[in-house]
């Protein structure tokens, strides 16, 4: 094959999945999932088709972590692939990471095989519930809110511009059995001249914590990960059904480019950044102090299973001053993420008010 920009060559020749590229019985045009009536719907003539529910024995399961065979990451962007349409037989370049899309040529749903030789099958999907309109309204009040943020940013800021995703997460369960040792705090109030202040007695303490862990996440998309999807978590992830590509037509979907092994890695650092925190809650309560530090611990990580999930995000970004901002909206639920430009103008007369305000309120006092 010829190589394409960058120097990156086209590694595969791919068909897209025969229950997808569905038409509407009516006017032939291609039906898509619909988040508002978590249904087919074709955006021509209205016409509506109900999903099958699934079937109850199509439960989702968490995988035993060492039983796992692939577990290595993916670059982005490092291959493509040519993706045939089965509607028109359009020939689509794409990353080759990406299991979803839509023709540019007929607007047909492009929905690839879920799975490779060398990747895991997601085991199941969190769909969409937020339409793209809801999506647009919940982040301009949002953008609202910011107070330090430019007018002339927010004007930029197109609702509009959103786009669904399906992103890669890997969640984690876990028992943890962490040996500690550390300082509890206990304050007491000495008079000191014609003040009295808190000293804190510190004791040493030392002893074994466990906490059960279920569902850690971990975005498993390299493309994502300051994306803004963190802040707009969590998920629901009670409502997560088995994979279907139905679920994903219309939409674009990415297969994970971050491994197992690594996604498990990185969410070892995030469950003892947790445990950490919850160990010094422990040496509060157990000791009845005031104060606590964790010094050091050490954790054995027991029975890790984990699931490779599809999360449903309505994505955006805009360029101000020449620096791009991207925003989430939570498919599920909502909750919108990102960051906003901040004035350093809006946050200089902010401070002046507020020592203004203060000096006032001395004066009266």
Known sequence: MDTQSDETMIS?????????????????ATIIYDPETRGMLCEYCGYRKELPAPDSGDAIVEIDFDSAEHLESFDWGAEKKVVICSNCAGESVYDALETAAVCPFCGSTNVMPSASEKSIAPGGVCPFEIPINNAGELFT??????????????????PESFVGVYLPYWTFDTSTTSTFSGQAGFDRR?????????VTDWRSVRGVYQELIDDFTVVASKKNQDSGVKRAEPFIFSKLVPYRPELVAGFVAERYSVGLKDGWANAQVGIKQRLRRNIEGYIKKKWRADRARCQSFSTVFDNVTYKYILVPVWLSSFTY???????????????????APISPLRVAIAILLGIILIALIANYA
Request: charged fraction near 35%.
């Open 321 to 339: 001053k020449e620096k791009v901002y991207q925003f989430v909206v939570n498919g599920q639920t909502g909750k919108v993420g990102g960051k």
């Open 141 to 158: 009040k949002w953008l609202r809110r910011k107070i330090f943020t430019p007018s002339a940013a927010k004007r930029q800021a197109k």
């Open 190 to 198: 000495v008079k000191r001249g014609d003040r009295m202040e808190t």
């Open 12 to 28: 595969t020749i791919e068909t897209t999945e025969d229950v997808t590229d569905k038409k509407c019985p009516n006017c032939a």
